[in-house]
């Protein structure tokens, strides 16, 4: 199967070009939000080819995967033609979230699908069919070295996004243990934070580096209060990280009591942060834990499975 599917999100589309079918990434000159083509801190298979917009035509593209409303468009300008879709929706409902309608609600031709039950439940979806196909992640193998009495934070953006990464807890949880920020965008975090001595930051590391720094960090932070499910949680699990989290959106799903804990009470938090970060073997011991927990539930084998699946059911043959 050919499939033509936007790199929007870099951890996500890791995972999902894993599978056993050819990936074309629509490419811009700019390199812009658009066209980003390839990866450039991640390990993608050479079954992903970048292509230049305007060449897609000549592509025979089985299906398109959409993540952004305006896609479709895009897809339907740039092909010249009509082609099966999926929305995969990585995102929770903004603003009025009760009462928030998905932009595809009011379609039935294009399912839609969540990454996340917690997506699925709150998301106004209409009369458009939905699925879940939970997160599957590229094992990166136990890591865990956690010589360094420090928590490890990972999260893009964390200045624009402020409450919604949780931003504004880090000097809270940094007074209990000193805090390393990995992503996009931090480079002026600790001066905004007033963190210089108790922060340090990591940008736009590639993939397999940023592994490797965040397993020396003695417990893994997820302060975000509203976001999907962060597939950073998930590889630092997979790592061999024990977890503190908040106990929002899908988080209370994917972290058992074993591998951490995961509260909407910043005492119990910083309680835990403290004993992980001063308590090796415990921490080695919940981070164990946690290990086996990702790699039961977000395999890399099981999400290509599901994705077969429903892509076989929208492009049969």
Known sequence: MKIMVWHVHG???TSFVHGRHDYLVPLTPDRGPDGRGRADTYPWPDSVREVPYDRLAGEDVDVVVYQRPHELDLA??????DVPGV???HNTPAGDVPKTRHPLADRDDIPIVHVTHFNDLFWDSGRASTHVIEHGVVDPGYLYAGELARAGVVVNEPIRRWRVAGTDLLPTFAATAPLDVFGMKVTNLPSKLGLDREMEVFEDLPQAAMHAELARRRVYLHPY???SLGLSLIEAMMIGMPVVALATTEAVEAVPPEAGVVSTKLPTLLRALDRYANEPELAVQAGKAARSAALARYSLDRFLADWD?????????
Not at 76 to 81: M, N
Not at 309 to 317: E, F, Q, R, T
């Open 76 to 81: 339907r300008e740039w092909l010249g033609r």
């Open 309 to 317: 699946k429903l892509l076989g059911s929208i492009v049969p043959g």
């Open 225 to 227: 209060r509203w976001t």
């Open 11 to 13: 951890s996500w589309t």
């Open 87 to 89: 929305y995969v929706e």
